[in-house]
């Protein structure tokens, strides 16, 4: 077994390990308090072991690997990264209860599944610069995803009155929503980058591969731009904010990874 792969699995035995206090945390009175010491530093060691097994898998001397499971590994990588960076300054960190179980899954998936590689030679500095953007306008937008769901929880959980599980831990309703746009501005903003340079620098971005891709993600772009006016201008909130961030999302996921799920894992092809 290499380094990468225990690496991988200790970072998968972290990440439970962590879903397992955050839930032990939110039964308690103090739920909303942000967590200290111990309880922080084993997400970082838990993302700093998921960096470790993915570095010579995705940099290699020939190229970066692009391949389905290795960019969705990556992409767990940055939303967790995200969310503890978050977490300093904003109430996010509960959001690890649905996102280190879903880190884990992608990683064990990466470390137990072959594939073949799926190189991209290109490693210009522009190149990179679009690639950075699209991960990160990925990531918050994934994020952003899994806060409206919460949003849409909390709110049912208002009207009905129903109580719920953890839903005790989490900041007001008003506090999460005002997070949510946070995130989807944030995205917003390096999607918009990440179209501005794919459209600069990338040769033909209408080729076959990636027509849909680019008819998709600025499809996405529209559907966020549409909400933040609609924030703005009239008001939205609650659960049409949550479904205009769950439908833009879903576009952007199709864009993202729907092609190379039918080209890698389903056709066998680069």
Known sequence: MTLANIAGLSAIALYGTCTISLIRAGREPDATKHPQGTAMRLPWAAAALHAASLWPVLFDADGVDFGFLN???LVALFIIALVLLVSARHPADKLGIFLFPLAALLLGLRLGIPQPPHLLHNTSVPMQ????????AYSILNLAAVQALLVALQDWHLRKKQPLPLL???????TMETFLFRLISAGFLLLSLSL???LAYVEDLFAQHLAHKTVLS????LVFALLLWGRAARGWRGRTAMRWTLGGFAVLMLAYFGSKIVLELILHRA
């Open 218 to 221: 600025i499809l996405a772009w």
């Open 168 to 174: 005790g831990a989490l900041p007001s309703l008003q």
């Open 196 to 198: 501005v340079t794919g």
């Open 129 to 136: 610069f679009h690639v950075l953007a699209s991960i990160l």
């Open 71 to 73: 960019m969705a590994a």
